[in-house]
Structures are given as C-alpha cells and as structure tokens.
C-alpha cells in the first residue's frame, strides 16, 4: 500500500507515533488509509447538505475495511460570485483545488479517495488531481436541487432570477413579484436545477465511469444519494485492493463517452475548459476538435433548463443518466472500465428503457446534432463555443454590427441604459484567462438580455465564458484572446460579424489590410492585478482552447 511509506519499518516510528496521535488503533495501522476530501461549506447551497454524506461516505468506508481521514478544500459559488470581482476568482480555483488534493495525498501517501463535491470548478479540479496522482478514487457529486414552487409555477435558479432581473429592470415585473421570487427559487440544498455546469460535470463525471451509477442525477438529500455516498465509501476499498486507479478509468475512450453524454444533454459550454483539462493531467490528448468532431454526429436527446423547462429532477425520474446512455448506447465505447467494477456494457445490459418523453431516441432527438458546437474562423482562428443546443433556429447564421466592450460591466451599464439594438453584436473582450483574469462568467449579462427581450436579436461574443445556464446566441472562450493580441483585440465599433453555427464560421468582416493597421498600433492592456494569486495565475494560464490549464 502507498500508506507503508508512511507506517511500515522501525524509520516510520515517529510517523506511526503522530498518526496514534490521532486516535488511530493498532489494528487500523494494517489497514487501507482512505482520504475523505469533502467541499462542503454554509456558502454554497450545493454543499450545504454534504455533512450527512461524509457521514455516510465514513461508514462505507469502515465498513470497507479501511479508515477514512477526512480533509477539506475549498468551494466558490459562480452564481454568488457574479457580477464583481469575486468571478475572478472562480475558474482559478480549480488549480487551487487540483494543487491542494495533490499535496494532502502526496504528503500523508494516501492509498485511496473519495472526492464529495457538487458545484462548478471544484468537479473537474478534483477530477484533474486524482488523474494526475492515478490512485484509487470515487467522486460523489452531492446532487441537483428541486425545483423550487410559486404560485403552481415551477422556478429554477437562471429563469427566475437572472432572468428576472432584466424583466424588473424593463418594468416587466413588480418589486412585490421579484422579492417573493427570489425568497422561493431555491429551496434547500443541490446544485443548480438546470443543465447548467455543476450538473453538467456531474452527469459527465457518472458518464466517464468515475461515480457510480445513478450519481449523477440522484437529487441532493434523498435516500438514493445517501446510499450510494455509502457504497462509494466502500466500492473505494475494493478498489484499493484491485489496484484500479483512475487512469485505468479515465482514458481517451472513457472522455469521448463523456464528451457525447455533454452533447446528448445539452450540457454546459464550461466543458470544453474542463474536459480537456483533466485529459491533460490523464495524460491524454483531449482537445476542441474532439468536442467539434463528436458534436457533428451525436444528436441532442434531452432539452433541459435553460434550453426548456425540464429541469434535472424530471432526468432523475425519467431514468438519470445510465437511461440516457441505455439511448446512446450504439454510439459509446462499451469496453471501459467504472469505478463499479463493470464495463460500461455490462451496466447498460441491465439498465431499463428510461422516459421516452423526457428522453428521446437516437431517431427521434430533439436535434440532429449535440447541444455544443466549436467555431472557428478569422474572429478566432483557434477555436470559440457557442451552446447550440439552447438557440433558436433562426439565429443559427447571423450577421450583425460590433459594439465593442472592454469588459462585461461595460457592457451591462450599455444594456440598462437601454442603447442595445436589434442586429447588434456586442464584443466583450479583455476577459479571457490572462486578460480577465480567470475568465468571468457573463451569465448576468445574458440572462439580463434574455429577460429584456432582446435574446433573438442580438449576439454577444467574447473571449470570456458563460454560464451553462446561458441560452441564445451567446459564443464564447474566443482564442487567442485579447490579451494576447487575437483578432477579437481588433475589432472596432461598427465592423461586421458573421456567425454561421452549421458552418462552424465566425469572422470579421474586415480586410486583412486594415487588420494589420489596427494591429501595428494595438498596445497590450495593462494587467488587471498586479499582485497575488490572480497576478500569478494570469502569467501562467494557457489559452481557453486549451483547457486553460496552468504552464
């Protein structure tokens, strides 16, 4: 076991005397250390619950035969986080959270994890560690919220509250109306009710064989996530003795599952950051044109909020995500590994049909093509996303005129003064992962534009990111950024921009002449922050395109 290094030979007597310290007995000295890495803070609504299934997760683990040490890391909410400069902080701190598991199982040589998380970035950071370190390790994601209820209404957090702020601010709804809203939106502990990137991360994280099935979806607080926190708890010890660790569960294969599971649902843009990111630490090569590739011939089989009204206790019901693979089941590859013990085939061989009418069948998909599609051209020739599957059929080409914005409250202050018009393209730069720094999220920005009626007749573009609660023409992690001198760096009030989602075209309708003007005379924007961890982050993170992960 990794442990010995710690505990084994009379050289480890000061090591064992520490860990009795502890209160550890004799007889759990032989026996398989496994780390508890749990989230969970009073922040977060997604983590609030998860002192009951590290108490669960503790039990499997005993039960197991192996003693559980718990450890914590830290937990950012994106939707508290917005709109000022605690977004910052966000998309960074999944390095954060990546470097801290690595240095806790390194130093105390843990033979085994179980990863509790739930919300955006602390997911894939997580995932990202365990690839790195390729030890045993089962993540539970704590689950998705219910829907919340007003007035026989259903409410999910993007639509009635976002969305809400810009129906407020277009004298659409009450003051009374907004503040009864917001009080019954969320109504105890999950993630986020819609399809956006917590739940996103989750279903793929179940998808690519490193939760056990049923996790995905399971909703936060009930029996079902409480069981298999357990079994997980357990399943972790089993792996330890089988020697199977993550890189034997994560593989090129096992993404491209996960990576169709994303286009199938709908799933969060964020995914293309961070897929690619935990292929890097796997040692695998992930990258935009996968998503690209895969998009092209995976059809969209469920719409979820913030593309429909179902929301993802309605996916639970209807079967979770092992029905929606039963569905893409001739499109996967049914040879990898889980962290169950069993292949991918051998689960779908038992999985039942699920509801066919929140689940659609490979000949009846709500769309021909997965819900995220990668455009490139002379606007961003390494590559920019756009979630397809949450835009009408009409905006799929659109041509516009570019407002230009150095940052997405610049932008914010030009929509509440009521300047933006039909066909305008609003460009949002300086907000990529060095420019930004970290990438602001612009879900307000959107969802203000969709609650002002103006959703399909505008475009917005940046080399920032959106929310997965985004909809409409909404593209986004644009490469090479600003900063970086990309052409979105060039782009001048009144130039013309074309979006053409099934050609996979976005340019600039400018000459290469006048570009080469503009860049003769472009200087580099001075650094937001000078100091600090986001100073340092901003000198080391690599282009959205690559999963800005740091060098």
């Known amino acids: 076991m990794r442990s010995d290094q710690i505990k084994q030979g009379i050289e480890r007597m000061p090591n064992r005397a520490l860990l009795y310290g502890t209160g550890i007995t004799a007889n759990q000295m032989s026996k398989p250390f496994i780390g508890l890495c749990s989230s969970f803070t009073d922040l977060i609504p997604g983590h609030v619950g998860m002192r009951a299934l590290e108490r669960k997760i503790e039990w499997g683990i005993a039960a ?19 709109g000022h400069t605690g977004m910052h902080y966000s998309l960074p701190s999944r390095e954060l959270i990546a470097d801290l ?30 690839c790195r370190l390729d030890i045993p390790a089962i993540v539970v994601t704590a689950g998705p919220m219910r829907a919340g209820h007003l007035h026989g209404q259903r409410l999910a957090l993007v639509r009635n509250t976002f969305e809400a702020v810009g129906l407020r601010q277009a004298g659409r709804m009450s003051e009374a109306e907004a503040e009864e809203m917001e009080i ?16 996103t ?50 593989t090129r294969e096992s993404l491209e599952n996960a990576i169709r599971m994303d286009m199938a649902l709908g799933g969060s843009t964020n995914t293309t950051l961070h897929i690619p990111a935990i292929a890097h630490d796997a040692e695998v090569d992930i990258t935009l044109a996968d998503f690209d590739r895969l998009s092209r011939v995976t059809p969209q089989l469920t719409l979820i909020e913030p593309a429909a009204e179902t929301v993802m206790e309605d996916i639970e019901f209807a079967g979770g995500i092992p029905a929606v693979m039963k569905n893409l089941e001739p499109l996967l590859n049914k040879d990898c590994l889980t962290v169950s013990g069993r292949k991918v085939g051998e689960i779908l061989a ?27 051209g002379t606007l961003a020739p390494d590559g920019a996303v756009v979630k397809q599957g949450a835009i009408s059929a009409g905006m799929m080409s659109f041509t516009g005129t570019a407002r230009v914005f150095e940052s997405e409250d610049d932008a914010m202050t030009y929509l509440r003064e009521g300047k933006v018009v039909p066909k305008d393209v609003l460009i949002i730069r300086n907000e990529g992962p060095k420019g930004g720094p970290g990438m602001r999220e612009s879900l307000a920005l959107t969802a203000a534009v969709a609650g002002s009626g103006l959703g399909d007749k505008i475009a917005i573009v940046t080399d920032g990111r959106f929310s997965g609660g985004t909809k409409n023409l909404s593209v986004g992690h644009v490469s090479p950024e600003a900063f970086d001198c990309g052409p979105i760096a ?8 074309a979006i053409d989602l099934p050609a996979r075209k976005l340019d600039l309708l400018v000459s290469e002449e006048e570009l080469a003007k503009r860049k003769a005379v ?30």
Not at 117 to 130: F, Q
Not at 350 to 376: N, R, W
Not at 522 to 548: C, D, M, N
Request: with cysteine; proline share 6%; net charge negative.
């Open 184 to 199: 019954e939106t969320c109504p105890g502990e999950g993630s986020c009710q819609g399809l956006y990137t917590a739940n």
């Open 64 to 82: 197991g035969g192996g003693v559980p040490f718990f450890f914590g890391v830290p937990g950012i909410c994106d939707g508290i986080a917005m």
């Open 201 to 250: 991360m989750a279903c793929l994280t179940e998808t690519m064989g490193m939760s056990l099935p049923g996790t995905g979806t399971a909703l936060a607080g009930s029996a079902k996530k409480m069981r298999l926190a357990e079994l997980s708890g357990e399943r972790v010890c089993d792996l330890v003795r089988e020697g199977v660790t993550a890189r034997q569960i994560v």
């Open 101 to 130: 598991v690595e240095s806790i199982v390194q130093a105390h040589q843990l033979d085994g994890l179980v990863l509790l998380t739930n919300c955006d970035k602390i997911t894939p950071g997580m995932l990202m560690a365990v």
């Open 522 to 551: 472009w200087k580099k924007p001075a650094p937001k922050f000078t100091s600090g961890w986001l100073a340092r982050y901003a000198r080391q993170v690599s282009s959205a395109a690559s999963g800005a992960v740091l060098e």
């Open 350 to 376: 038992k999985v039942p049909p699920g509801d066919g009418k929140v689940i659609h069948s490979l000949d009846d998909p709500f769309a021909a093509e997965g819900g995220i599609a990668v455009l490139k």
């Open 490 to 497: 060039l782009v001048a009030d009144g130039d013309e921009i």
